[in-house]
């Protein structure tokens, strides 16, 4: 059997022991718990922007993963454009969390962000070992996502500054299911080594 293609399609992706994973941050809210979300997403937001910015000085990969909310003729950049644009009710996170040039994108049709999707792939190519999960919601998308990382064996952290439910006790119930089934790092963002998260001896971070 040959050996795998170092390069993907001529123009292989940066390389980065760590990925910081932004899920379902371009979102509109506009949903029936949306006012709800907002509460805690606002400040969720914030810490993720300066998690973010900390990142990409470390050299930390950023990806966006996010839902298409059904979309299907639609594309990523105009659930930006439309957040941004429009007068809907996710607005300020979108502001705060608009992606840059160099981030990645990947749409996901469900839950996870590993089911159908071509994140496997884009982390594999990236050599990525641990990932960072934020955004929304830590019961559902977050959640779903964190499992999927977790059988595919890499080092996991979810800052509990950084994610965000419809209430205060379903984001605690899913950290502490995070923390404790999944071996997620749960410490708060200012408390996070991006390389901690890569250990020589394979062993699983816990918080």
């Not at 298409?68 to 594309?75: A, E, L």
């Not at 644009?85 to 300020?92: L, N």
Request: net charge negative; proline share 4%; glycine share 4%.
């Amino acid at each position: 059997m040959p050996s795998k293609n170092e390069d993907l399609h001529g123009s292989a992706p940066d390389r980065a022991d760590v990925a910081l994973l932004l899920i379902d941050v371009i979102n509109d809210l506009d949903f029936p718990e949306g006012e709800d979300l907002l509460r805690y997403a606002l400040p969720m937001a914030r810490q993720i922007a300066a998690l973010k910015k900390r990142a990409k000085e470390q050299g930390v990969a950023v990806i966006y993963v996010n839902d298409n909310f059904g979309r299907w003729r639609s594309d990523f950049n105009a659930q930006v454009e439309h957040c941004l644009r429009d007068d809907v009710r996710g607005r300020a996170v979108v502001e705060l969390l608009r992606p840059e040039e160099d981030d990645y994108l990947v749409l996901k049709p469900k839950h996870s962000g590993f089911f159908s999707t071509t994140l496997d792939t884009l982390l594999e190519y990236l050599g990525v070992k641990g990932v960072i999960l934020t955004g929304l919601a830590a019961n559902i998308c977050v959640l779903f996502t964190a499992n999927d990382a977790y059988m595919r064996d890499f080092h996991l952290a979810v800052p509990s500054d950084c994610v965000a439910s419809n209430t205060e006790e379903e984001n605690r119930h899913a950290l502490e299911q995070m923390r404790k089934v999944l071996k997620a790092d749960i410490r708060p963002s200012k408390e996070l080594s991006f390389m901690a998260l890569v250990q020589q001896d394979g062993e699983r971070t816990h918080a």
